[in-house]
C-alpha cells in the first residue's frame, strides 16, 4: 500500500502540468520523508502524457481536504491547490531513478491486446461464408436450367 505523488510543474511558458512522480510506501508519504527526492530548479520530465481521470466507477470519492485522491482529477487538483494555468492532462514519470530511490516512476503500464489472430480467422471465416454461399447461388442456377 501506498500513494502516487503527484507534483505541479511550472513551465517556462508559464502554465502547470501535474507529474505523477511514482509511488512511495505510506510510511513516506510526507515529503520531509524524503528529502533527497526533492527536486529543486530547473528539470526534465519525460514519461507518458495521460488525460484527466476525474471518476471512476468503482473509485471512492476523492477527499480534497485531507490530500486524498482516488482519481487523478486535473481540475479538481489544481482546485483545491489553488493552481494557476494548468494544463488538461498530467504526466505519468519513466522509470528514471529519482534522488534517494523515491518516488518509484515508471510503474504506468501500456499494453496493447494482439487480436491480430481472431481478426485473421474471423475474415477467413467469413470468406469461406461467401464462398459457400456464392457455390450454393451458382449451383441452384446451374440446376434450374
Known sequence: MGFWVMTPLITPDGFTVLVNRGFVPVDRR????????????????????????????????????AGRWYSRDVAAIAKARDLNRVAPYFIDADATANPGGLPVGGLTVVSFYNHHLLYALTWFALALMLAVALGRVVRDRYLRK
Do not use: C, F, H, Y
Request: no cysteine.
Open 30 to 65: 510526507d515529503s520531509a520523508t524524503r528529502a533527497a527526492g526533492q527536486i529543486e530548479g530547473e528539470t526534465t520530465v519525460s514519461g507518458l502524457v495521460r488525460m484527466t481521470e476525474p471518476k471512476g466507477t468503482l473509485l471512492r470519492a476523492n477527499d480534497p481536504a
